[in-house]
Every structure is written in C-alpha cells, then in structure tokens.
C-alpha cells in the first residue's frame, strides 16, 4: 500500500492535504482494516472520499458483523459459480418441481376416480 500526501492551496491560513491511498487489485481484510482506521483518524477534516464499489462493499461488511475472511470466502464462492450454471441450476430445479407437482396431480386424480 502506498500513500501519498499533497498540500491543496486554497488559503494560506489553513492548508489542505489530500491523501491518495494506491493499493494491488487484490485487497485483503488487513487492506480494509488499515482504509477504516485511517478514514476513522482523519474524519473530522474529511470533505470527500471517492471509492471503488467494491471497496464500498467490503467496507460496508467490516462494520457489519461478518468476518472479512469469510466475507472473501462467499465472494469466491460467489465467482466460482459462474452466473450461467446458476441459471441453469435453478430451472432444473424448477422443472423438477413441476414433474413432482404434475405427478402429485395424477395420484390424486387416479385416487379420486377409484374411490
């Protein structure tokens, strides 16, 4: 993680910094925990913060109360299933529910004739 200080010159009086925070593609729950504290020791001056969304994201499930281990562990998971096999997953599923009740359908038929 690099970080760099640059002073914005607005008024001699009170000089403002900007801080610019570069980091890998590949953050990790150490990554996000460093971001909060420095966004914790800097948030009575901060006028602005520009974020990625998925650095959001992460930020977002630090404050909450799931681990970022585990958080990174579902976004693989999440990866791993691509969008396609999911789909196509769910509408076997579907289908077979359909088969099920269709058949379920047929057996109370056949009982309500014999009777």
């Given at each position: 993680m690099e970080e760099d200080l640059k002073e914005e010159k607005s008024d001699k009086r009170d000089p403002k910094f900007r801080l610019e925070i570069?980091?890998?593609e590949q953050w990790t729950s150490r990554e996000i925990a460093v971001l909060c504290s420095l966004i914790g020791e800097f948030r009575i001056n901060l006028n602005r913060i520009s974020?990625?969304?998925?650095?959001?994201?992460?930020?977002?499930?630090?404050?909450?109360?799931?681990?970022?281990d585990r958080w990174f562990a579902y976004q693989?998971?999440?990866k791993a299933v691509d969008?396609?096999?999911?789909?196509?997953?769910?509408?076997?599923?579907?289908?077979?529910?359909?088969?099920q009740q269709a058949r379920r359908s047929i057996?109370?038929?056949?009982?309500?004739?014999?009777?």
């Amino acid at each position: 993680m690099e970080e760099d200080l640059k002073e914005e010159k607005s008024d001699k009086r009170d000089p403002k910094f900007r801080l610019e925070i570069l980091v890998d593609e590949q953050w990790t729950s150490r990554e996000i925990a460093v971001l909060c504290s420095l966004i914790g020791e800097f948030r009575i001056n901060l006028n602005r913060i520009s974020l990625d969304a998925p650095i959001f994201e992460l930020i977002v499930a630090k404050l909450a109360s799931i681990d970022l281990d585990r958080w990174f562990a579902y976004q693989c998971f999440v990866k791993a299933v691509d969008e396609c096999q999911m789909n196509a997953a769910l509408n076997k599923l579907a289908a077979q529910l359909q088969q099920q009740q269709a058949r379920r359908s047929i057996r109370q038929n056949r009982q309500f004739i014999l009777a």
